[in-house]
């Protein structure tokens, strides 16, 4: 864990105050390929195989295996179980369980055709919403620890005038008196000494997701030969609402009594990619290949802050609510490529099965930040930042279905690498799944299981060794179904 607590350490220092930083690249880089039932049920590993709308976000060469038009519908739910603790302190962790509303993870729709006087066998369109990533999480911690945030407030300050302080965190500490300059010589203080202890506590509340629409060709050639292309639009929606406080409980601290400090951040956007494959049928064998283009995706953030400082000499402290902010950019994700390996076995007179393997390789380092214009010399140190902290990542997914009759049955597994140089870890997710087909009328269902650990700062400061740290340890359930209806 210490590794990884240190690449977001270094990481987070070079962002923006409100995202557009190295997070957002990374962000908007990942997801899982998870939005029907039945590729999820098989660890999202589908790369090889075909004839279901959740491999559009794989490999598009798969819808070639269509051989009647489809309807589906994919609702989902989930919860998340998150432990936090400050500065590898387990032993204060807190623990908050997180149950999500109903979701749609994918809705879409397939035209199948039969090309007469060609070698195509088949040719397909299909249109499909599929939820790559979700972005629900909440979770709080709380700690006595030397530091306080007001440090981070009065390095933003120092060497600045009043009038020339930021609307969002110095110039609200300012207003509130968390940071004063009796001495007007620009070098400013806080009746809370840099290694005065204090009781910290924070919620952090995090919404969103990022859906893709998919619009798709895909042919099957000579019986043996799937190609596809398809075009992607991601669609993002994310928000973070984040109150963090300090107090002295004990009077240890002369004058202070607490500090509490909003942020609040929405983040929309949507953007482009293009998505290529092809698959190929060798007796029992099948291989797969799909290649993404970075996606474009423009974003627009609004953000304020709100900051209230209460201490003895203020009987009734004024809060400072700021102005709302905007900021527009753009992020270029890196490219993605997929190769699979599948294979189809014949059991019995009515037993079937397939296993599936994907490798999927990004290379995190070659993400770009694009500030349009607003602040190049910290545009190009963030694309500088990108480029040293981020790195090349492999994540496998394993899976398989076994099918008797119109029963399914299927289980999967997915290993997913971090993006961050210094991690060398993996998160990984287990999943079982199983439907019922008919010739008209199918239904999956899927439940997944995923374990994540990543580190996260409060508030940053000149010195790292001063951060503090919070480790969130999260579980997260999903629970999806898929109806589907052929025609």
């Given at each position: 864990?210490?590794?990884?607590?240190?690449?977001?350490l270094?990481?987070?220092?070079?962002?923006?105050?409100?995202?557009?930083?190295?997070?957002?690249?990374?962000?908007?880089?990942?997801?899982?390929?998870?939005?029907?039932?039945?590729?999820a049920?098989?660890?999202?590993?589908?790369?090889?195989?075909?004839?279901?709308?959740g491999?559009l976000?794989?490999?598009?060469?798969?819808?070639?295996?269509?051989?009647?038009?489809?309807?589906?519908?994919?609702?989902?739910?989930s919860?998340?179980?998150t432990?936090?603790y400050?500065?590898?302190?387990?032993?204060?962790?807190?623990?908050?369980?997180?149950?999500?509303?109903l979701?749609?993870?994918n809705?879409?729709?397939?035209?199948?055709?039969?090309?007469?006087?060609?070698?195509?066998n088949?040719?397909?369109?299909?249109?499909?919403?599929n939820?790559?990533?979700?972005?629900?999480?909440?979770?709080?911690?709380?700690?006595?620890?030397?530091?306080?945030?007001?440090?981070?407030?009065?390095?933003?300050?120092?060497?600045?005038?009043?009038?020339?302080?930021?609307?969002?965190?110095?110039?609200?500490?300012?207003?509130?008196?968390?940071?004063?300059?009796?001495?007007?010589?620009?070098q400013y203080?806080?009746?809370?000494?840099?290694l005065?202890?204090?009781?910290?506590?924070?919620?952090?509340?995090r919404?969103?997701?990022?859906?893709?629409?998919?619009?798709a060709?895909?042919?099957?050639?000579?019986?043996?030969?799937?190609v596809?292309?398809?075009?992607?639009?991601?669609?993002?929606s994310?928000?973070?609402?984040?109150?963090?406080?300090?107090?002295?409980?004990?009077?240890?601290?002369e004058?202070?009594?607490?500090?509490?400090?909003?942020?609040q951040?929405?983040?929309?956007?949507?953007?482009?990619?293009?998505k290529?494959?092809a698959?190929?049928?060798?007796?029992?064998?099948?291989?797969?290949?799909?290649?993404?283009?970075?996606s474009?995706?423009?974003?627009?953030?609004?953000?304020?802050t709100?900051?209230?400082y209460?201490?003895?000499?203020?009987?009734s402290p004024?809060?400072?609510?700021?102005?709302?902010?905007?900021?527009?950019?753009?992020?270029?994700?890196?490219?993605?490529?997929?190769?699979?390996?599948?294979?189809?076995?014949?059991?019995?007179?009515?037993?079937?099965?397939?296993?599936?393997?994907?490798?999927e390789?990004?290379?995190?380092?070659?993400?770009?930040?694009?500030?349009?214009?607003?602040?190049?010399?910290?545009?190009?140190?963030?694309?500088?930042?990108?480029?040293l902290?981020?790195?090349?990542?492999?994540?496998?997914?394993?899976?398989?279905e076994?099918?008797?009759?119109?029963?399914?049955?299927?289980?999967?597994?997915?290993f997913?690498?971090s993006?961050?140089?210094?991690?060398e870890?993996?998160?990984?997710?287990y999943?079982?799944?199983?439907?019922?087909?008919?010739?008209?009328f199918?239904?999956?269902v899927?439940?997944?299981?995923?374990?994540?650990?990543?580190?996260y700062?409060?508030?940053?400061?000149l010195?790292?060794?001063?951060?503090?740290?919070?480790t969130t340890?999260?579980?997260?359930?999903?629970?999806?179904?898929?109806?589907?209806?052929?025609?």
């Open positions: 864990m210490k590794k990884f607590t240190f690449s977001i270094f990481c987070l220092t070079a962002a923006l105050a409100y995202g557009q930083g190295i997070s957002e690249v990374v962000r908007m880089s990942t997801g899982e390929p998870i939005s029907t039932a039945r590729v049920g098989v660890g999202g590993s589908f790369g090889a195989m075909g004839g279901d709308l491999v976000s794989i490999n598009p060469a798969g819808l070639g295996d269509y051989r009647k038009a489809e309807i589906t519908f994919s609702p989902g739910f919860s998340v179980s432990n936090a400050l500065n590898e302190l387990p032993e204060n962790a807190l623990t908050r369980d997180e149950n999500s509303l979701s749609i993870n809705l879409g729709i397939v035209f199948t055709g039969s090309p007469r006087q060609s070698d195509f088949t040719s397909n369109f299909a249109i499909s919403l939820r790559l990533a979700s972005y629900t999480e909440f979770f709080e911690y709380e700690g006595f620890t030397q530091g306080s945030i007001t440090e981070r407030f009065k390095e933003l300050a120092n060497g600045r005038t009043p009038e020339s302080l930021d609307d969002f965190e110095a110039y609200p500490a300012y207003f509130t008196s968390a940071i004063f300059d009796d001495d007007e010589d620009l203080d806080s009746d809370i000494s840099d005065a202890f204090v009781d910290k506590m924070q919620t952090v509340n919404e969103g997701r990022m859906s893709e629409l998919n619009i060709w895909g042919g099957k050639y000579n019986e043996n030969l799937n596809g292309v398809g075009l992607g639009i991601p669609i993002v994310f928000t973070e609402t984040k109150v963090y406080t300090e107090w002295d409980p004990t009077d240890q601290i004058l202070f009594n607490s500090l509490e400090y909003v942020e951040l929405n983040t929309s956007g949507t953007g482009i990619n293009l290529v494959g698959q190929y049928t060798f007796k029992f064998l099948r291989l797969g290949a799909s290649l993404q283009s970075p474009l995706i423009s974003l627009e953030d609004e953000y304020e709100e900051m209230v209460d201490f003895t000499l203020v009987s004024e809060p400072y609510i700021s102005p709302l902010g905007s900021f527009d950019y753009r992020v270029t994700t890196p490219w993605k490529t997929n190769i699979s390996v599948g294979g189809l076995f014949r059991l019995g007179d009515e037993l079937n099965a397939f296993v599936n393997a994907d490798l390789y990004q290379d995190y380092s070659v993400g770009k930040l694009d500030y349009r214009g607003n602040d190049t010399e910290l545009e190009n140190e963030v694309n500088n930042d990108i480029a902290q981020l790195t090349n990542g492999a994540n496998i997914r394993l899976g398989g076994l099918a008797y009759k119109k029963v399914r049955v299927r289980a999967g597994t997915a997913n690498a993006a961050y140089d210094l991690d870890g993996f998160s990984s997710a999943s079982l799944g199983g439907g019922l087909r008919g010739d008209k199918f239904l999956d899927a439940y997944r299981i995923r374990n994540t650990e990543a580190g700062l409060p508030y940053r400061v010195d790292i060794e001063r951060n503090q740290v919070v340890e999260q579980r997260i359930s999903n629970l999806i179904f898929t109806a589907g209806f052929k025609f």
